[in-house]
C-alpha cells in the first residue's frame, strides 16, 4: 500500500470528541504493553505518527488518523497491564465499547496480540463482544521479529487454536522488519472498499 499521507486528527474520549467526516474506520486494540502504537507507526510508514511508550497505559483517550485522505484509523486505549487505578481502567472500558458500538463509519476492528502470549479470557471476551455486536475483525499477532520462522507458525498455529480460529485468520506481524504489513493491508482494503 502506498501512504500518500497519516495525520493526527484529534484525540477524544467521548463522541464529543469522534471525526465527523464520513470517512470509513478500523480501531486497532489489544493489551497494552501489545505495540499497538508500533504497529501503527509499520502501517502508514512514519516514524513516530502514533506515539509510542517503554510504559503501558499511556494512550488514554482514543486518538485519531486521516490516512491517505481515505481512511480513519483509531487507536484505543489497551486494556490489561497499565499503571492506572480500577476506575480509569473502567472508564476507558466505557469510552471504547462506547465507540466500537457507536460509531456508524466504523468498518473493522484490528485485534493485536503478542505473538509471544496466550490469549487470555479479554482476549476471548474481547471476540465474543465484537462477534456479538457484528463488527468484523481482524488479528495481528505482533513481535514476529522475535522468534524464529518454526516457532511463528507453532505460535501462529497455538495463537488461533487458543481462540478456536483459523490459523489464516492470524497475520503475523513485526514493526521493527516490516514482517506481515503488506499481508495486514491486504486484509484491511477488503473492509475499506
Known sequence: MKITSAEFVAAAADRSGWPTEGLPEVAFLGRSNVGKSSLLNCLVNRRALARTSSTPGRTRQINFFRVNQKWIF??????????????????????????????QALKA?????????????????????????????????????????????????????????????????SAQTGHGRQELWSRLIGFLK
Do not use: H
Not at 92 to 103: D, I, N, P, R, S
Not at 121 to 145: C, H, M, N, V, Y
Open 74 to 103: 483509531a487507536d484505543l486505549p489497551g486494556y490489561g497491564y497499565a499503571k492506572v487505578s480500577l476506575e480509569m481502567r473502567k472508564s476507558w472500558q466505557a469510552m471504547v465499547e462506547g465507540y466500537l458500538a457507536g460509531c
Open 109 to 173: 476492528a484490528v485485534l493485536i496480540l503478542d505473538l509471544r502470549r496466550t490469549p487470555g479470557d479479554e482476549e476471548r471476551d474481547l471476540l465474543a463482544w465484537l462477534s456479538s455486536q457484528g463488527i468484523p475483525f481482524l488479528l495481528a499477532a505482533t513481535k514476529a521479529d522475535k522468534l524464529n520462522q518454526r516457532e511463528r507458525n507453532q505460535a501462529r498455529l497455538s495463537l488461533a487454536q487458543n481462540l478456536s480460529l483459523p490459523p489464516e485468520q492470524v497475520t503475523i506481524f
